[in-house]
């Protein structure tokens, strides 16, 4: 699976929204780019997925640049809650035990009142 | 309803005990998994079953046995405890596509 670098930690003012970027250069044309995110004390929690279009769920929206080289998950509305550690994983979607996820150190992001 | 349930939610142990975890899901997923998040916060993979099936052992001691009953079921004994091993272990579940995680035990050796 291919590596993916992101920035140790990001402030954001609550309301606004929360743009946090993920480099994955090596990524494969089979890769999809996932994000979780992991709030203080408690398990990894699925935010979104996309492979080459821009994704948006009722949590975030995923842009994917159109080399796929890099992408940006977005908090519309960022609130106290939305604090914790963010983490971009590339990986190919399996649908048999692979599909495990590699977990880099993350985003750190701090929601601020 | 909770997915992916881990009990005991903390564990305090002395070295050289014995103990197991236990992990259930009730989502029907084929694919369960054991990670291990250590002091420093990094998660790691341990184990991967599938349909009862060991997938993947990454680099764990053989002290740390998993047991599938069922394909709802993956626990986790760990033998002859030591300090190291002290961390948080996170139970997950996946069918293809998004993994669903427990809410972690916190295992604390002494």
């Known amino acids: 699976d291919a590596k993916t670098t992101q920035p140790t930690s990001m402030d954001c003012a609550e309301g606004r929204a929360a743009n946090l970027p993920c480099n994955h250069s090596?990524?494969?044309?089979?890769?999809?780019v996932y994000w979780y995110r992991q709030i203080h004390s408690q398990g990894p929690q699925y935010i979104i997925h996309?492979?080459?279009n821009n994704e948006t769920n009722e949590m975030a929206s995923l842009i994917i640049t159109e080399d796929r080289k890099s992408s940006t998950l977005i908090l519309p509305h960022a609130t106290l809650r939305d604090t914790a550690v963010y983490y971009c994983i590339v990986r190919v979607a399996r649908n048999n035990a692979g599909n495990m996820l590699t977990f880099g150190g993350g985003t750190r992001l701090m929601v601020k009142p | 309803d909770t997915a992916v349930s881990q009990t005991p939610k903390y564990l305090v142990t002395q070295m050289g005990n014995d103990k197991s975890i236990k992990c259930e899901q009730n989502l029907g997923h084929d694919t369960m998994y054991w990670y291990k998040q250590d002091s420093k916060k990094f998660l790691k993979i341990m184990f991967s079953?599938?349909?009862?099936?060991?997938?993947i052992n990454e680099t764990v001691p053989n002290r740390f046995s998993p047991k599938s009953p069922d394909k709802a079921h993956l626990n986790l004994h760990i033998n002859s405890l030591e300090l190291g091993d002290s961390a948080v272990y996170f139970c997950?579940?996946?069918?293809?596509?998004?993994?669903?995680f427990g809410q972690g035990t916190r295992l604390t050796v002494v």
């Open positions: 090596t990524i494969s044309g089979n890769e999809y």
């Open positions: 997950a579940s996946s069918q293809a596509g998004e993994a669903f």
């Open positions: 996309g492979l080459k």
């Open positions: 079953y599938n349909n009862k099936e060991l997938i």
